[in-house]
């Protein structure tokens, strides 16, 4: 495991982050920086603002993913499972367990606490941000792009995190549903089959339009067949 620094701790769970977090938050900084209204800050006169605000947002940002992450670990604690740590690092953040929920109800619950968090909170900052500047985005303040594109965002993670593949959480509440009606193993596998499915169809599409979407596509079809060998390996010794 690559090295982490602790930078506290939030009801119980050391909250940490990992040096690629470092790495990348500069660098999601830099991108906000040149990206124009509503998304970014590139029109601001100011170049001290312009960096301030985009370093702003990238930390929020990360914010939103511990909120993301909270979410989850306040159910699991609630449901009888323990947190070892919250991380923070390149791709967002895990929050690791060290005992585990099995219940299929209680842990559609835990993984669905997260997505729905950042939904909640996404939209609680679009309603927040057009409060803040009922006329128009055009003539947006800078505070309230910073709200505009938090708000954006984490509705986005949300979304996408319910996507049914491996490693969203989509993919996890999928596997749980289907493991009331047969043994872990075979949810995995059948939850696997889907999230591979589904990560084909997007490659295809990636191929004719965007070639990100073929790079999120290769992701989500390798870490299926990670988390398919990772449950087979686990439970094979039982
Ligand atoms: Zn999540």
Do not use: C
């Not at 009922?134 to 996408?160: T, W």
């Not at 996890?172 to 193993?185: E, G, H, P, T």
């Amino acid at each position: 495991m690559s090295k982490a620094y602790r930078i506290g701790e939030i009801i119980g769970i050391p909250i940490k982050v990992d040096l690629s977090f470092l790495i990348v938050l500069p660098l999601f900084a830099w991108f906000f920086s040149i990206q124009s209204e509503p998304f970014g800050f590139a029109g601001i006169q100011s170049e001290i603002m312009k960096y301030i605000l985009s370093l702003l947002t990238a930390l929020l940002l990360f914010a939103s993913v511990l909120i993301h992450e909270l979410a989850h670990s306040y159910f699991a604690l609630r449901f009888g499972g323990s947190i070892k740590e919250i991380r923070l690092h390149l791709l967002g953040g895990v929050a690791a367990m060290r005992k585990e929920v099995h219940e299929p109800l209680k842990v559609i619950m835990i993984v669905a606490a997260g997505p729905l968090s950042s939904i909640v909170l996404g939209v609680m900052l679009l309603f927040l941000g057009f409060a803040l500047n009922p006329v128009s985005l055009k003539d947006g303040n800078s505070l309230f792009l910073v709200v505009f594109i938090l708000g954006y965002v984490n509705i986005f993670l949300g979304l996408f995190n319910l996507i049914p593949a491996f490693p969203m959480d989509g993919g996890r509440v999928l596997r749980a549903f289907l493991s009331i009606y047969m043994d872990y193993v075979k949810a995995t596998e059948k939850a696997v089959l889907i999230g591979k499915i589904f990560a084909v169809l997007l490659g295809i599409l990636g191929l004719f339009t965007d070639l990100w979407l073929l790079l999120i596509a290769l992701y989500i079809y390798g870490n299926a067949n990670r988390e398919e060998q990772l449950v087979k390996m686990t439970y094979s010794r039982y």
